[in-house]
């Protein structure tokens, strides 16, 4: 089994996402530009949850009307680019349960190395969205589905803003019970491990870093 990659090409995301690549975007607009991206990804990764309805008084009369069934679903942003996705998606679904993962990736080795994981309780119940910006080696966001599958979570989804292939294949193989929701699959990697053409470091271009 491989994994589903879906690729949003609403016209909006890919405006937004074409002025986030642009080098002469500056981080207050780069920032913006995520938090309104992250909207439109939103909703499109929680399109199939689950429904159920309860009964509730309109001024008018009584309905039978629809909400989402089962607990609130979780977050679990990887530091510390997921959070800039992660903003955006809280503003939708405000009642998240919101864990954080810390990895860094090792510039040499490219391999990531974790330093913080606090995750939300009963993930085994919960929908879990894990989101980072950038799909590129694939390795942080595979460790980072291993630790929400050792919490307990069966039912992952994995939101980026960009994807490299090399990264997709790297999901599918290492997590193929997981889809991939992305703006963009861009062409490559390149020596260092950017996705190209891509836009830059995302976590340098959302805190000003660099
Ligand atoms: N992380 C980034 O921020 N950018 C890339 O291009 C790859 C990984």
Redesign the pocket.
Known sequence: MSSTLTIVDHPLVQHKLTLMRRTDTSTAVFKQLLREISHLLAYEVTRELDMTTETIETPICEMEAPVIAGRKLALVSILR?GNGLLDGIVDLIPSARVGFIGLY?DEETLKPVQYYNKLPANLDERLTIVVD??L?TGNSSAAAIDLVKQAGATNIRFLCL?AAPEGVARMAEAHPDVPVVTAALDEKLNEK???VP???????RMFGTK
Not at 198 to 203: E, K, N, Q, W
């Open positions: 680019a990736r910006p950038m590129a960009l491990g950017y996705i891509g836009l830059g470091d995302a976590g340098d």
